[in-house]
Each structure stands twice: as C-alpha cells, then as structure tokens.
C-alpha cells in the first residue's frame, strides 16, 4: 500500500534512474540508516541497500511531517557503497 506521494522532481527522477516504487517504499518503512537534512528539518534521508540491484545504496529524501509522506527525490548513493 503506497503511504507516500511523489514530487515532481522525484516522478522524473524516479522514472530516469530505473528506481521501483517498491524500493522506496521498503527504504522509507525499514531503514537501514536515517540521516538528518543538512539545511531542511523537515526533512530526513532514509537509507536502504538495494539487494535486487547489485547491493547498492538508495537514498529516499523525504518529508516526514506531511502526510502522505512527501518524496523529495530518490538515487543510488554511491559514497554510501561500502559504508552501510
């Protein structure tokens, strides 16, 4: 069941970068890691590695205080690659 709504942003960001909807769901209710914005409260990073696509790193920003929970954007970290 889908909780959350995507921005505009992350609609396109989403569909151009291969990311399934699944996926962000899984990383936004089982985090392996959250991280705190470094300008916006509102908003958190929700971390989860992807194992269906080659263990990388998805990183989901998104708004917390809204609901339905609000995407900001979505991608593959690779800094995280290793660190998780």
């Given at each position: 069941?889908?909780?959350?709504?995507?921005?505009?942003?992350?609609?396109?960001?989403?569909?151009?970068?291969?990311?399934?909807?699944?996926?962000?769901?899984?990383?936004i209710k089982n985090p392996?890691?959250?991280?705190?914005?470094?300008?916006?409260?509102?908003?958190?990073h929700k971390l989860k590695?992807?194992?269906?696509?080659?263990?990388?790193?998805?990183?989901?920003?998104?708004?917390?205080?809204?609901?339905?929970?609000?995407?900001?954007?979505?991608?593959?970290?690779r800094r995280m690659k290793?660190?998780?």
């Amino acid at each position: 069941m889908k909780n959350f709504t995507l921005s505009i942003h992350a609609q396109k960001v989403i569909f151009e970068r291969k990311i399934k909807l699944k996926w962000i769901e899984n990383t936004i209710k089982n985090p392996d890691r959250i991280e705190a914005d470094a300008e916006f409260v509102e908003l958190e990073h929700k971390l989860k590695i992807v194992k269906e696509n080659g263990n990388k790193v998805l990183r989901v920003i998104c708004k917390m205080t809204v609901k339905p929970i609000l995407i900001v954007t979505a991608f593959f970290d690779r800094r995280m690659k290793g660190v998780l």
